[in-house]
């Protein structure tokens, strides 16, 4: 069965700094990676997702993410955090079964930004 | 354009009463999937049904909750008698056959079984 580990629960990052959110995956097959953000009250929001190809991923809001296939990793970064960037955010493997795509989440990490 | 529409925001009901989620997808969109969020399991799928059919309900907990899309914009999640375990966050999202990939999410109906 496929799982998503993130070993992060809550990360602080001050404005303007990089950040890095761990993720990494069980799955038998090529894995559909996803990254997930939710902010406060609200719904989940895709940032990106991964299939195949190129092994750097751009996403939204300035999101990137590489998977490494060797480790298993999906880690999301970006290069200048502000604060609206402050939220949870959830890693993903998706399976198709049954024609739909069907998402198993990590725990979760909470984004922090110090202004 | 109007994502995906979920009522009541807000549940507040007593053990044993039956609770109704309701959802209206996506215009256009023929999967919907029913999630939960809970501090204790995070987010699971319960349920995700294509063109109006159930497909793959082995998420669902127990025989107190069940799911119904009567049509392709609306669907039902009830929970009947309803625990205090039952507490939780719970997201539709819905998605088109063109773009599997990509579950667009509603904002959610927090549920407190007191």
């Known amino acids: 069965a496929q799982s998503v580990t993130q070993p992060d629960i809550h990360i602080t990052v001050s404005e303007g700094a990089s950040l890095e959110l761990r993720c990494n995956y069980s799955y038998g097959a090529t894995p559909y990676l996803f990254w997930y953000v939710q902010s406060p009250g609200q719904g989940l929001q895709l940032l990106l997702k991964y299939f195949s190809g190129d092994t750097l991923v751009q996403g939204i809001k300035g999101f990137e993410a590489e998977f490494k296939r060797s480790q298993s990793s999906f880690n999301l970064r970006k290069p200048s955090v502000h604060w609206s960037d402050a939220a949870e955010y959830f890693c993903a493997v998706g399976a198709f079964t049954g024609g739909g795509n069907k998402l198993t989440f990590g725990t979760g990490t909470q984004l922090k930004v110090e202004l | 354009d109007a994502g995906v529409i979920q009522s009541p925001r807000h549940e507040v009901t007593e053990m044993g009463q039956e609770v109704t989620l309701r959802c209206k997808p996506i215009?256009?969109?023929?999967?919907l999937f029913w999630y939960r969020q809970t501090m204790m399991r995070g987010l699971e799928l319960l349920i995700y049904?294509?063109?109006?059919?159930?497909?793959?309900d082995s998420g669902m907990p127990e025989d107190r909750f069940s799911a119904k899309m009567p049509n392709a914009s609306f669907s039902t999640l009830k929970i009947q008698p309803s625990e205090p375990r039952d507490s939780a966050v719970y997201f539709c999202a819905s998605t088109t056959r063109g773009d599997r990939e990509t579950q667009y999410f509603g904002p959610g109906t927090r549920l407190l079984v007191l």
């Open positions: 049904f294509n063109n109006n059919v159930p497909i793959d």
């Open positions: 215009s256009g969109h023929d999967y």
